[in-house]
């Protein structure tokens, strides 16, 4: 038992190790902007359906960009709401004259529907940077220049950021930050652009900006029609195309609220985790197994040691080391993403939430007919439309 729990304690500092190096691999923003003789013109493309409750404020921001020549294009995927009366009262604003909204064409047989919604938004767009963002996001207004700033320095062919989660609810500021707990523990963020390989992604659907060359040369969209996931499988696509992705830091000029309450959370994880792990079972059921072992299991050993009133060393001292690593690692990627800290005393009962969002991703993807996100089933199809 006792090398159990010290190897269970290294592997945790192996990851406060990577969470480390990763505060220095992942450089902020650059502070200015692109110089206004030198910025090229930026399509800003927003796929919108069902947005009703935030896309004027989305679109708001970005037509607040201080940023010398930029368009803002938004499609209306077939919304059930009243995200098009929306659009239509931003569009009649001074700053409306930046704006140009377009009604989706329906979805094609293959196709998934963010994927298909930025495939036609990138045919509407005339910049030589195509910077492709959600609905869901709040934008400062120098964040538009600094992006750029960000592109031409790093020469990279596509680049993302972290942004600012917020939250509305106790659910959405316990589970929501896994997403960078994950992004931070295990990916090395230096590897994604110091190395070819695409095993090493990192791409943020909330904030991507492409050259739009290296777009095309893709195949835009269409190259990722039937990923769930389409933000990370662009990113493979750009570096087995010998592209180059570089990663930014930008919770102070991007600000986003992934979901809206506990059934949002619930349905939208379990429609990304599945196929964020490739649609892999083996990595799915690796990632079950490290959660038990390494953030739940530690508790279970403190619990059961004093209901017993007994506190031995590998059943008590070692695993409360474990739990004290575990906390202080999501304290550490808090503070460097700028959001609250005290969600990262209830890690374990995060981790436990995240348990039954596997399961569910598994039971929901293999054995049922697929996720369903607002109205659209998502199944895996072999090939696009």
């Not at 506190?311 to 993403?337: E, H, M, N, T």
Request: charged share 20%; with cysteine; proline share 6%.
């Amino acid at each position: 038992m006792l090398l159990y729990q010290l190897f269970i304690l290294t592997s945790l500092l192996v990851f406060l190790g990577i969470i480390l190096k990763n505060l220095i691999d992942l450089p902020d923003l650059p502070r200015a902007g692109a110089a206004a003789s030198t910025a090229p013109r930026v399509s800003i493309l927003v796929p919108a359906r069902d947005e009703e409750l935030n896309i004027r404020a989305c679109v708001s921001s970005l037509l607040a960009q201080e940023y010398p020549d930029f368009e803002v294009i938004v499609l209306d995927d077939n919304s059930s709401d009243g995200t098009w009366r929306e659009l239509e009262g931003l569009a009649d604003t001074p700053a409306g004259k930046k704006l140009r909204i377009v009604h989706g064409k329906p979805l094609p047989e293959g196709w998934h529907g963010k994927a298909w919604a930025c495939n036609q938004l990138a045919s509407y767009a005339e910049g030589a940077l195509l910077l492709f963002t959600d609905a869901d996001t709040r934008h400062r207004p120098d964040a538009l220049g600094r992006a750029v700033a960000a592109i031409d320095a790093s020469r990279a062919d596509m680049i993302s950021l972290t942004p600012a989660h917020e939250f509305g609810s106790f659910w959405e500021a316990l589970i929501v930050p896994l997403v960078y707990q994950i992004l931070f523990s295990y990916l090395p963020i230096g590897m994604v652009r110091g190395s070819r390989s695409p095993a090493f992604c990192y791409a943020i659907g909330q904030f991507i900006m492409f050259r739009r060359e290296a777009y095309d040369k893709i195949g835009g969209h269409r190259s990722v029609c039937r990923n769930i996931v389409e933000d990370v499988g662009l990113c493979k696509k750009v570096k087995r195309a010998g592209g180059t992705v570089a990663a930014f830091n930008g919770p102070d000029a991007v600000s986003c609220r992934m979901y809206r309450g506990f059934s949002e959370i619930w349905t939208g994880f379990s429609k990304n985790l599945y196929a964020g792990l490739g649609n892999s079972p083996v990595g799915l059921f690796a990632l079950m197994l490290l959660v038990v072992l390494f953030y739940l299991a530690p508790g279970y050993f403190v619990v059961s040691s004093v209901l017993q009133g007994t506190f031995p060393v590998d059943r008590f001292w070692l695993p409360l080391v474990q739990i004290g690593v575990a906390i202080v690692s999501r304290f550490i990627i808090s503070v460097k993403c700028r959001q609250p800290v005290w969600p990262g005393l209830l890690h374990p009962l995060s981790q436990a939430m995240l348990l039954l969002i596997a399961m569910n991703s598994f039971r929901q993807t293999v054995l049922g007919d697929g996720p369903v996100w607002k109205g659209r089933s998502y199944r895996f199809h072999k090939e696009c439309g």
